[in-house]
């Protein structure tokens, strides 16, 4: 089974609604992350906690929210989509002090 | 202000030496990390530096240097499945990674 899962993989919704990306993950990790990708603008970040009682805006925040459910369990809101949040979404997670990222598949998102 | 700077497109040929460059500027430093995403996929790990210096994994080596805000990844007897982009990232603070927009590498026979 995969460590990091996010779920759907694949959205098509409108302008003006309200969407939940998921990520779960069995690393026991505390430390989780959003990520957005485009093309030519790499990945950016969007929200990320440390651990359950913490979250922290990353750099393009306006327009999400994020919700961690607990140690497993980080979800991403779009509270009113906009076409130019059409992207690629990930979810990451890591261990404190090691650095390194662990990405789940990846979330494709088309808003029209 | 944060900048990370990798060239947009390579091409190498099949069995062939490539060399990644990698430059940075941030207001941090906690190390290097090089990431290899085939198109669709999840970036996946391939390589840690935080000293100055060489690191060696299989065919895969990545150098650093500190004083220079400079790295390079250099993949050796390349492969077909080798075509992927290649991503520099810079931990800035603590666990907080930035990337570079990748390095698009294309094999060819």
């Known amino acids: 089974d995969a460590d990091v899962t996010q779920t759907p993989r694949n959205r098509i919704t409108k302008t003006g609604k309200r969407i939940m990306l998921e990520c779960s993950q069995t690393?026991?990790?505390?430390?989780m992350y959003w990520y957005r990708q485009d093309p030519g603008l790499g990945l950016r970040l969007i929200y990320y906690?440390?651990?359950?009682?913490?979250?922290n805006k990353g750099e393009i925040s306006d327009g999400y929210s994020v919700s961690r459910q607990a140690q497993a369990k980080f979800s991403l809101s779009l509270e009113s989509a906009i076409p130019n949040q059409t992207a690629l979404y990930f979810c990451a997670t890591s261990d404190p002090g090691v650095g390194s990222q662990y990405f789940g598949p990846g979330t494709r998102l088309l808003v029209l | 202000g944060q900048n990370i700077d990798q060239p947009t497109e390579m091409t190498a040929t099949e069995g062939a030496i490539v060399q990644i460059n990698c430059t940075y500027q941030t207001s941090g430093f906690n190390g290097l990390f090089w990431y290899q995403q085939h198109a669709g996929e999840a970036p996946t790990f391939l390589s840690y530096?935080?000293?100055?210096g060489l690191e060696e994994k299989g065919r895969f080596s990545s150098f650093l240097s500190r004083s220079k805000g400079y790295s390079y990844l250099l993949l050796k007897e390349l492969q077909m499945k080798d075509s992927a982009s290649y991503l520099c990232a810079v931990s800035w603070d603590t666990d907080k990674l930035i990337f570079g927009t990748g390095t698009r590498l294309q094999v060819f026979p």
């Open positions: 690393k026991g990790h505390d430390r």
């Open positions: 530096n935080v000293l100055d």
């Open positions: 906690s440390f651990d359950v009682k913490d979250i």
